[in-house]
C-alpha cells in the first residue's frame, strides 16, 4: 500500500458518520447553548444508561475528570493512592494535582492490567484509595473480586475507564463498580469527541452533586463557592452533541475492533512477537492492540519502511519520570513494568479498517526478522 496506516484515522472516522456530526453541530448551533446546556444534560443521561450507573458528570477532560474524581470520592492532600505505572503518567497526574502521593501496583505480564494481591499489598501499606485502570481496553480480571476488597476494607475505588468504554466483567460495564469512574473523550478513544471532554459516572448522588460542583469552581450555586478544589472543567455543548452522535454507533465499532485484532492473533506467526492474550470477548474493546517483543526498534523500522504506523503506550513508567527526581528508582516492587515498557507496541486497531489495511499489518509482521 502508497498510503499509511494509522493507528487511529479520524478522517476515515469522520466519513463515517459525517451526516450525523453535521446534524450535531447545527443543533447547537441552532439552540444558542454554549456550554452545559441540554445537549450536555443529554448526553448525561445517554451514556449513564448506556453503562447502566445513575450520574453522569461531563467534564473538559479525562485528567481533569480524574482529579475531580478522585476529589469527590474523598482524596485529599497529602493522601496515599494506588495506581499502576504504566498507563501514561494521566492519573499520577491527578493525584498530584490534588497534593497527595501514587502509591504504584505492578501489573500482570500478559493483561498489563494490575491484579487483586497488587492492590492488597498497597491496601496492607496504607493506602487511602485504589485506582483500577482497565488499560488498552481490557476489563481487570480481579475488578469483582478488588471491588470486594475495598468494600470490605472501606477503601474508595475509583475505576480509570480512559480506554474502556463498553467492556465488561461479571454482567457489568465498567464504570459501574467502584464509588465512582472517570472516562476520556479524547478523540482517539472508542468513544471520543471532536476535542477534548471527559466524565465522571456513579451511583452516588453525593458524589455527583460533589463532582457537578468541583466542576464549575466549587459552586453550590451561582457565585457561591462552598466546596475546596474547584476548578473550570465543563463539557461543552458541540462536543456532548457530538457524542451523543457517535454513541449509538459503540457497540458495532468496538465489535469491529475486537474481530481485527482477533484477526491478528490468528494470523500473526513470528517467534520473535509476543501476542496479546485475550478471550476477545465483550470484556475487550480494543482501544489498543498492544503486541510485545524484545527487539522493538527493529520491528518499528520495519514497519516505518512497511508505512505502517506504530507506537509506543506506554515508553516510560510513572516511577521513573523525570518529575519524581529518583524517588522511585530503587523499587523492587513493579519489575514487570519495567519489563513491558521495554518491549510493548502497539499497531493499528480501528474500525475504520479495510481488510487490505488489515492484511498488510499481517504481512508486515510475518515478514519481519530481527
Not at 91 to 110: C, H, M, Q, R, Y
Not at 285 to 292: G, P, T
Request: proline share 3%.
Amino acid at each position: 500500500m502508497n498510503s499509511s496506516i494509522h493507528i487511529n484515522d479520524l478522517s476515515l472516522k469522520l466519513a463515517t458518520h459525517r451526516s450525523a456530526v453535521d446534524a450535531a453541530i447545527a443543533r447547537v448551533i441552532d439552540s444558542g447553548y454554549v456550554v452545559l446546556g441540554p445537549e450536555v444534560a443529554n448526553f448525561e443521561s445517554s451514556f449513564s444508561k448506556f453503562l447502566g450507573v445513575k450520574y453522569c458528570v461531563g467534564v473538559g477532560n479525562g485528567t481533569d475528570a480524574l482529579e475531580i474524581g478522585l476529589r469527590a470520592i474523598g482524596v485529599k492532600k497529602n493522601h496515599l493512592v494506588a495506581t499502576v505505572a504504566n498507563a501514561g503518567f494521566y492519573t499520577a497526574t491527578a493525584i498530584l494535582s490534588i497534593g497527595a502521593e501514587p502509591f504504584f501496583l505492578d501489573v500482570n505480564k500478559n493483561s498489563c492490567n494490575t491484579t487483586l494481591s497488587e492492590v492488597a499489598r498497597a491496601i496492607d501499606s496504607g493506602v487511602h484509595a485504589i485506582v483500577l485502570t482497565h488499560l488498552y481496553g481490557l476489563a481487570v480480571k480481579d475488578t469483582l473480586e478488588i471491588y470486594d476488597l475495598c468494600k470490605r476494607k472501606n477503601i474508595p475505588l475509583l475505576e480509570d475507564c480512559a480506554q474502556s468504554h463498553g467492556a465488561v466483567i461479571g454482567g457489568q460495564k465498567v464504570g459501574s463498580f467502584g464509588g465512582a469512574a472517570t472516562f476520556s473523550f479524547y478523540p482517539t478513544k472508542n468513544l471520543g469527541a471532536l476535542g477534548d471532554g471527559g466524565a465522571i459516572v456513579t451511583n452516588s448522588k453525593s458524589i455527583a452533586e460533589s463532582a457537578s460542583s468541583l466542576r464549575q469552581y466549587g459552586w453550590k450555586e451561582k457565585y457561591l463557592v462552598s466546596i475546596d478544589g474547584g476548578r473550570n472543567s465543563r463539557l461543552d455543548e458541540m462536543q456532548a452533541a457530538i457524542l451523543s452522535s457517535f454513541l449509538p454507533s459503540l457497540e458495532k465499532e468496538n465489535s469491529l475492533r475486537r474481530e481485527i485484532a482477533k484477526k491478528y492473533n490468528q494470523m500473526i506467526h513470528n517467534p520473535d512477537i509476543e501476542l496479546p492474550i485475550s478471550s476477545f470477548s465483550n470484556n475487550y474493546v480494543a482501544h489498543l492492540y498492544v503486541i510485545k517483543t524484545q527487539h522493538r526498534e527493529s520491528l518499528r523500522r520495519h514497519l516505518t519502511s512497511c508505512n505502517i504506523n506504530s507506537d509506543i503506550h506506554y515508553p516510560t513508567p510513572d516511577h521513573q519520570q523525570i518529575v519524581f527526581k529518583n524517588l522511585y528508582l530503587e523499587t523492587d516492587k513493579l519489575s514487570v513494568t519495567d519489563t513491558l515498557a521495554k518491549e510493548v507496541l502497539t499497531l493499528p486497531c480501528h474500525p475504520f479498517m479495510t481488510d487490505a489495511m488489515v492484511e498488510a499489518v499481517i504481512l508486515a509482521m510475518n515478514s519481519w526478522k530481527p
